[in-house]
């Protein structure tokens, strides 16, 4: 109400009696209290604070996880393998990094989203337990997400879209076996390595 009464001039007092007096014209002089109103037949959205968006559809959702996940990917994707460019990434407390390691920028990034967090969480234990790779983990969940979304869009049904890459997982460890051409059972001999 003192928005009001800045607004027409008033004085946030005579704002106030004039509206008991307006509340109390109704029925009988009874006070028409003002309650709580939620908008009938605005579903989900009526219920959220401003800026928030309700999605409907498995599809919608679907597609909003990989476009996050997506984001997440381009932010590193150009600073992998050797001649990979470096960041600059300020942090919350104006820190400046230089890097192109990407657990570093993890690190300094807060992520919200769902989807995008537990790819973050993925690149986080692959640094805890190989101590690299993290860029790869990144860089590999955007793109295996960017090819199940062309497949979404043509109107494959993401359980078709999740039993083939478990096939094409289990392809893989099969075969990669098979595809080594050569190996070194003592890495610390000179002959051998050479």
Do not use: W
Request: charged letters at 25%; proline letters at 3%.
């Amino acid at each position: 109400q003192s928005v009001k009464s800045r607004c027409t001039g008033r004085s946030p007092r005579e704002g106030e009696d004039r509206g008991r007096d307006e509340s109390r014209e109704g029925e009988g002089g009874r006070s028409n209290m003002a309650s709580p109103q939620i908008q009938v037949g605005s579903g989900v959205g009526g219920l959220l604070k401003d800026g928030y968006k309700a999605l409907t559809g498995l599809e919608q959702a679907i597609l909003k996880n990989i476009d996050a996940v997506n984001d997440l990917g381009k932010i590193t994707r150009t600073s992998l393998g050797p001649n990979g460019m470096n960041k600059l990434v300020v942090n919350h407390l104006d820190k400046i990094f230089v890097t192109s390691d990407a657990a570093t920028i993890m690190g300094e990034l807060e992520v919200i989203h769902p989807a995008a967090k537990m790819v973050v969480m993925a690149a986080k234990m692959q640094e805890s337990e190989f101590g690299d790779c993290t860029n790869f983990v990144l860089t590999f969940a955007a793109e295996l997400l960017n090819q199940a979304q062309s497949l979404l869009r043509v109107g494959v049904h993401p359980a078709e879209v999740i039993a083939g890459y478990k096939k094409a997982t289990t392809f893989a460890l099969e075969n990669l076996e098979k595809l080594v051409c050569g190996q070194v059972e003592d890495v610390r001999d000179p002959a051998k390595v050479g």
